[in-house]
């Protein structure tokens, strides 16, 4: 695997269930990125983990919970979603201290709320 | 704090037709400016960046970018465009060193018409 991947795609869910987003980045960077992507709206940081800090954005709901064990995995939990958290969910990372400081996404993982 | 304007929120163009795509930015400091293509159902990627010297910035898919601090702009062009060029278009500012979270513009919808 290259760059950054998402698991899964695709995923349609109740308001009642309980379910992970996955992100995983092979390029050695050093801070990955929630954003969330609704239609007619801008991209909206939820989330950043870097090597000295977390930070959120303080309008995003406590149903959605991230985690990053390690400087290539971070994870989205959801539990008990609206209908309108139904959005494209991105991740990204980026290695801002070598110069560079674009950021890759991934694919991103489509979520309907049933 | 830093703001992105893209001023359209749609292009449409006849193919081979020449395209600027406009991203104004306010910021107190010096910035680093981006541009990244999104097509339908992917993440987006980077099409160029600016973070010094050169003002023209050549990117890929045969996209330019001027930066013009004068007028706090970063306009994207292309002097003939493709059908395949039809994709979202966001315009992105991170304030200078040491910054790794950008503020993305609400993005250009360019649709290349046969």
């Known amino acids: 695997e290259t760059g950054v991947t998402q698991t899964p795609r695709h995923l349609v869910m109740g308001m009642t269930n309980k379910k992970s987003l996955k992100c995983e980045q092979h390029?050695?960077?050093?801070?990955m990125y929630w954003y969330k992507q609704s239609a007619k709206k801008p991209l909206e940081l939820m989330f950043v983990y870097s090597l000295e800090e977390r930070v959120e954005n303080n309008s995003v709901p406590s149903r959605f919970s991230p985690e990053c064990p390690n400087s290539s995995h971070l994870f989205l939990h959801l539990h008990t979603l609206q209908p309108e958290d139904s959005a494209l969910y991105l991740c990204?990372?980026?290695?801002?201290?070598?110069?560079?400081?674009?950021?890759?996404f991934g694919p991103g993982t489509r979520l309907t709320v049933t | 704090a830093q703001s992105v304007t893209q001023l359209d929120s749609q292009v449409p163009v006849f193919e081979e037709a020449p395209v600027e795509l406009r991203c104004n930015y306010s910021s107190s400091v010096s910035v680093y400016l981006f541009w990244y293509v999104q097509y339908p159902n992917q993440g987006l990627q980077l099409l160029l960046k600016y973070l010094s010297g050169s003002t023209l910035v050549k990117g890929i898919n045969g996209f330019e970018a001027e930066f013009n601090k004068s007028q706090t702009s970063f306009h994207l062009r292309k002097p003939s465009v493709h059908i395949s060029d039809t994709a979202e278009y966001f315009c992105?500012?991170?304030?200078?060193?040491?910054?790794?979270?950008?503020?993305f513009g609400r993005g250009t919808s360019l649709i290349v018409h046969p």
């Open positions: 990204a990372s980026s290695q801002y201290s070598t110069g560079s400081y674009e950021q890759y």
């Open positions: 390029l050695g960077h050093n801070a």
């Open positions: 992105a500012v991170s304030e200078g060193s040491g910054s790794y979270i950008p503020t």
